[in-house]
């Protein structure tokens, strides 16, 4: 027998914003159940023959029992796939103000470049003759790469950010193995308290422990902190920059000349690299590596929900320990070094991804940087930072900007304007949602208290901004004006209302179950 | 009632003759939201003060809670691992995190007493 079919339960189990219709569909936004409880024994997308007679072969690894998986026809899963998308909210809907993920709009060009042939179709084991284009492209993203950053070398294969902290950070420790003879003695990494996650997360795991630097009142790196802390116990640093609260570090040339004294190495995270691209060079300022997210400054923000892609500059006392594989220019055209007995006198760490790294992010990447060009990379920041200080400056007189004077690219707001309205950033943010925005970072840095970090991207133009700022001072006044049961309400649009959070966490379903076993529901 | 002292990272120790037990304070647990999980130390880990002790999960962050005083540890809450919501409900009791052998008690001297942390709390807001 098959799955009941009982299409409110979904939406009663959780609360949809409508549960009065027969089936709890919102007009033509329709309620979608799980691929599983659409299950229709017998229904399939494609017509097979029928085998006939033949003798089994697979002896005792023969499948048993049924094997569990949903029957339904072409136009169901269609049906099933678009409406799931319906219900997803994107970068080409609206304004996107997700602090610290730069959610730019993804040019249609690079969606035209990566589709063409040549790219699309190739397969990494293709001999090397049959896909040159495909490596000079590789070669050109990294040329840019180093231009942009004034670094003289770059490991191409990282898949995202954190996998790109972790080619640096790897990269940090065999160097300091390399200059001692074994495995290095040094054992802490210096991190800022609003640093990323993934910074402390890094270096623990690449056995480091891990050293809060405090920021100082102006919501900087505090450097006499820093300075307190070195000793020949330090393997780096971890700084990113701008910082998390959308703020420049200037004493990054202090910084850099401490941690080098100190025998240490520099890593540098890249992550808003949108608010200084074109402006600064990182290697000017002393780093030795930083990661950049092609999936945030050169466009498909988060990936487009397929892969990132975190490629790594590396100063030249970390360039000997890149990982495998990099494209090398010959006089029979391009060629891949895959293997450490390939690499003449450079002393590779390993290997990091299988292949070459995400093609379809350098693809993307590149058509980005080409269209753009240098001076067009160079007003890409200034306008995402025009935009993030003209959003601050038109709120500032309502809601209380975490620290004062002018901000990079993400504009940093804490709590105090909620102050006594019973109003919380979390319920904040659900609003937001009923007025058609996806809401801003919450609760990030740690270092605010109920942060908002909100970054523009220079996408928005300032008629959308100026949308966004009437809708942040209306939800302002409407807290203030003492409404805050219907702060505590929201979302109420949405195809969902508030989910439990802390229900989630402590008694996570991670997986659907049928209502009678499987195995039962075949006989 | 047994001493207890906090420190500026909103823990708690409450002695009792050699022994300590630690916790976060209510104000700690309020400003983390819901816990929704306490990686605990193993039994028999010497601490000195300010190592970390265990790590706190929220639904908003995650945080280490550093030791307010040096010593072994001798017992943990094995309850917070079924019921982590004990340190949101009841901080300063049932959500207990761990019992200290104390090694040097002279470190108490330098924490703060409920009434000065009151203050501190209030200073902060």
Partial sequence: MSHSRDLSRGAAAVGSATTDTVHGHQGLLLEEPLLFEIDNPGAIGVDLPDPGDFTPRLGGVARQGEIGLPSVSEPEVVRHFTRLSQKNYAIDMGTYPLGSCTMKHNPRLNEKMVRLPGFANAHPMQPDSTVQGAFELIDGVAHWLKELTGMPAIAMSPAAGAHGELCGVMAIRAALDDREGGPTTRRRILVPDSAHGTNPATAAVCGFSVDAIPSDARGRVDVKAFADKLDDDVAGIMITNPNTCGLFEPDMIEIAELIHDAGGYFYCDGANFNAIVGRVRPGDLGIDCMHINLHKTFSTPHGGGGPGAGPVVLSDALAPFAPVPWVVHGEDGFSLVEHADDAGDAKPFGRLKGFHGQMGMFVRAYAYMLSHGRDGLRQVANDAVLNANYVVSCLSDVMTPAFDGPCMHECLFDDRFLKDTGVSTLDFAKAMLDEGYHPMTMYFPLVVHGAMLIEPTETESKRGLDEFIAVMRALVDRARAGDSDAFVAAPTMTPRRRLDETAAARQPILRWSPEVPTAEAAE | ?125
């Fill in chain 2, 1 to 125: 009632m047994a001493d207890r002292k906090y420190t500026e990272d909103h823990e708690w120790v409450e002695v009792d003759g050699e022994t300590g037990v630690i916790g976060i304070s209510d104000y700690a647990q309020e400003q983390l939201g819901d816990v929704v999980f306490v990686e605990l130390p193993d039994v028999g880990k010497v601490l000195d003060q300010r190592d970390e002790a265990a790590v706190i999960e929220s639904v908003k962050a995650a945080a280490e809670v550093y030791t307010p005083v040096s010593g072994e540890v001798i017992e943990v809450n094995e309850e917070l691992n079924n019921d982590p919501s004990l340190v949101n409900s009841d901080a300063h009791g049932e959500g207990w995190f761990a019992k200290l052998q104390l090694t040097d008690p002279t470190e108490l001297d330098a924490l703060m007493d409920e009434a000065t942390y009151k203050t501190f709390v209030e200073s902060l807001s």
